[in-house]
């Protein structure tokens, strides 16, 4: 492992398989054959195989850290892993299969810029696989890998591999993905993952970590125009910095420099960029996505935090009212009615759910109208009043500010996750 | 850990130039597609972040703070988040009363530069009037719970900064950067509230608290590559120095009065080039073989180890394969 720190070196990805897939075998073979598996770590592993009566060190179990799950032999919450190349750097949300952890993919896929989709190459597109490319394409993520597994169990057969490949990406594509790399290996044997296959000599693409960090992020940031939610007013009031009232946040899309007209929202005032300073380093030429900074404007208008500081040019809406796609997460149903906290950016306002106007039948992909309840995995479309103004953008050009969470205000309880705006663009995906 | 460095001295970070020609030049520079950052900027633009949320939504946050690379890492960030404005809350250690010397005056040397307050719990205080008992195999790291517990009721702290990694261990790869806590201050993994985006809820009950972990992302190798980059100080136990050790289970523990090395065990005493990978309690982290004497070398080192720096240097974590996960459960971190 050699550190990098070229610039788009960090790429951060989901996984998502059925649960006899193979994912944890996958995640373990993408550990341990780019070398990130320790010594220690390995000893453990194989000295539980071995307890088990395994032959060989069951890699799955690298992953698989909880009592529960090493118990049950399954993955029952999203963990994190990390790896590394000389190229790049991974940040690996490994998230469970099964149908009622739905809920686990979109918080994984929340913050991927690549999606790891697995298929049993005995089995092909199933209604899992389906499901995994949908939540994919809701959430936005730009590239999504398949991974079509346990080739050895298929005799490494071009024709098995082919229909699978091309049925994916037709799918995909009526999703409205962007970029699909199907890609043919064995996780148990490490083809094609890390190492090239010496089975699959029809196959001249990259192998899965090859594809990895070469894949081309740097086109992915739609939402050019300029937005930072306000985290904390920085006023130090000391001797050196008297007057200094500056407005802390994190870039979430495009860039600010001084002199760039702003709107204050949702209040709408407009002012301009006096200047930028970034953790300590006074006067920086420019902020872009991504970045914590604090930028200072040019008059004295009231900023609080929960408010954005937008492009004048391009702002947001400014509305109370909003229709959303929805993964609710909670255990406790969702009903039309409900009262709720709508946290937005660094705005936490009330809510009032105004009504459920479908939800998402996973096996067909299709919307089914007027649900009773969402319940816990459930995709839905809602309707939402908010007591205050927010400023909002679509999610599919802003995914910062075009998502928010829906709380419990009693106990805190995080109740739903929501896109802002219709869902991304595709024939499957509209019907939704 | 001098409070402003970064400021005037790192040049990597852009030239310092007035407002005027800084906006002059950014118009026609505005980039069509901004430049990604390198991953340790986005790393520190995350846990900046992680601060300025718990700062602005709890009433009472603390940054657990060890003098530990981890901890100073921490405070480094912390800094950053808040200038020119001073750190918003305080620092609270646990003193297991096996804590290495040169640590503890690290501390406090960084304490006061970084002007803030710091609280420390003793484990020692708790054993002398008898509300702990020493365990038999001489271990205390165990025995930080209940003081960091108490210190956390007492103060009525609500969020409480931690330096846990995801990568260090497997239990701890499962955690969330804002961990809700009960009033017993247990962690519950089925129980954990989803993290979708960068939107943290911190929301809790009275009693309960949120443990918050702004380095959750970073690595071991991270860790050592910012310390470089920003060129933050340590205590000088990270750097390999001699010193007197002696072989317990299978690692180099610090002979000394806490309780080692024992004669009849055949522990016998030996002055070696060694350095710490983690700092705790002087009898459950060990020392590991080195000759690394700068930042660069150390992560030369790291990054071809084949150990991780738990399995390397920690005994409390090889009491059973869920050893991390248990003390988790029971208000550790």
């Not at chain 2, 901890?71 to 808040?82: P, R, T, Y």
Request: hydrophobic share 40%; proline share 5%; glycine share 8%.
């Amino acid at each position: 492992m050699q550190p990098t720190t070229q610039p788009g070196s960090l790429l951060r990805l989901a996984t998502a398989g059925s649960v006899d897939d193979g994912k944890s075998t996958l995640v373990g073979r993408l550990l341990h054959d780019s070398k990130q598996v320790f010594a220690d770590q390995l000893d453990a592993v194989e000295r539980v195989s071995r307890e088990r009566g395994l032959d060989g060190a069951d890699l799955a179990l690298l992953t698989d850290g909880l009592r529960a799950e090493r118990e049950q032999g399954i993955t029952i919450d999203v963990a994190y892993r990390y790896f590394a190349t000389p190229r790049r750097r991974f940040i690996l949300a490994d998230t469970p299969g099964h149908v009622q952890y739905t809920r686990n993919m979109v918080t994984g896929a929340s913050t991927a810029q690549l999606a790891v989709v697995l298929v049993d190459a005995r089995h092909g597109v199933v209604e899992q696989t389906r499901r995994h490319a949908a939540v994919a394409a809701l959430l936005g993520v730009p590239h999504v890998v398949l991974a079509v597994n346990k080739m050895d169990l298929a005799d490494y057969a071009e024709e098995v591999f082919a229909p699978i490949a091309d049925e994916f990406a037709d799918y995909s594509r009526a999703l409205g993905i962007r970029e699909v790399t199907a890609i043919p290996i064995s996780a148990l044997r490490g083809d094609n993952v890390v190492e090239p296959s010496g089975h699959i000599d029809w196959y001249s693409g990259p192998t899965l970590l090859e594809h990895l960090e070469t894949v081309d992020v740097d086109a992915d940031q739609p939402g050019s125009a300029a937005r930072m939610p306000v985290q904390y007013v920085l006023r130090p009031q000391s001797p050196d910095f008297r007057d200094y009232r500056g407005y802390a946040g994190q870039v979430t899309a495009g860039t600010f420099a001084p002199g760039d007209e702003v709107l204050v929202l949702p209040s709408g005032r407009r002012t301009s960029v006096a200047g930028i300073d970034r953790l300590g380093t006074r006067d920086v030429s420019l902020a872009h996505a991504g970045q914590s900074v604090t930028l200072r404007l040019t008059d004295d208008v009231d900023v609080a935090r929960g408010d954005i500081i937008a492009a004048a040019d391009q702002p947001p809406r400014v509305t109370r009212e909003l229709s959303a796609t929805v993964c609710h997460l909670a255990d406790r149903p969702l009903h039309a009615g409900d009262r709720v906290l709508l946290r937005h950016g660094t705005a936490t306002v009330k809510a009032l759910v105004a009504s459920l106007d479908s939800v998402l039948d996973l096996r067909t992909l299709r919307r089914e109208p007027g649900p009773e309840a969402l319940r816990a995995n459930d995709i839905g479309r809602v309707h939402l009043r908010t007591a205050s103004p927010l400023p909002l953008d679509d999610y599919a050009e802003h995914r910062r500010t075009g998502s928010f969470l829906l709380v419990d205000e009693a106990d805190g309880t995080t109740l739903t996750a929501g896109m802002v705006g219709e869902p991304l663009g595709g024939d499957t995906v509209t019907k939704l | 850990m001098t409070g402003l460095r970064w400021a005037t001295t790192n040049g990597r970070k852009g030239t310092r130039t007035t407002a005027a020609t800084a906006a002059s030049a950014a118009r026609s520079r505005h980039p069509a597609r901004p430049p990604r950052l390198t991953h340790l900027d986005a790393l520190e633009s995350e846990a900046v972040h992680v601060f300025r949320e718990a700062a602005a939504e709890f009433e009472r946050p603390v940054l657990l703070f060890s003098g530990g690379k981890d901890s100073i890492v921490m405070l480094h960030l912390a800094a950053k988040a808040f200038w020119p404005a001073r750190v918003p809350f305080g620092l609270l250690h646990v003193d297991t009363g096996h804590n290495f010397p040169e640590v503890l005056k690290f501390r406090d040397h960084a304490v006061a530069e970084a002007a803030v307050r710091l609280e420390v719990a003793r484990v020692q205080d708790y054993i002398d009037d008898g509300r702990l008992r020493e365990r038999a195999d001489g271990t205390r790291n165990p025995l930080q719970t209940v003081p960091l517990l108490d210190a956390i009721n007492t103060h009525r702290f609500d969020a409480v900064f931690g330096g846990g990694r995801r990568d260090e261990e497997k239990a701890r790869a499962k955690e969330r950067v804002f961990s809700l806590r009960d009033e017993f201050g247990q962690w519950d993994p089925r129980r954990q509230r989803p993290e979708l985006w960068s939107l943290y809820n911190g929301r809790h009950r009275p009693g309960e608290h949120v443990r918050v972990f702004p380095l959750s992302n970073f690595t071991e190798l991270d860790v050592w590559q910012y310390i470089e980059r920003e060129q933050i100080e340590l205590p000088s136990i990270y750097f390999a120095h001699r010193r007197e050790v002696f072989r317990r289970g299978g690692m180099w523990l610090t002979a000394g009065d806490w309780g080692g090395p024992k004669p009849d065990e055949l522990e016998t005493v030996q002055t070696r080039s060694v350095r710490y990978r983690t700092v705790g309690d002087m009898s459950c982290t060990g020392a590991v073989d080195s000759h690394a004497e700068t930042v660069p070398e150390i992560i030369a080192e790291i990054a071809a180890s084949t150990l991780t720096e738990r399995g390397a240097t920690r005994a409390d974590d090889k009491l059973s394969e869920a050893a991390m996960e248990d003390r988790k459960r029971e208000g550790y971190f």
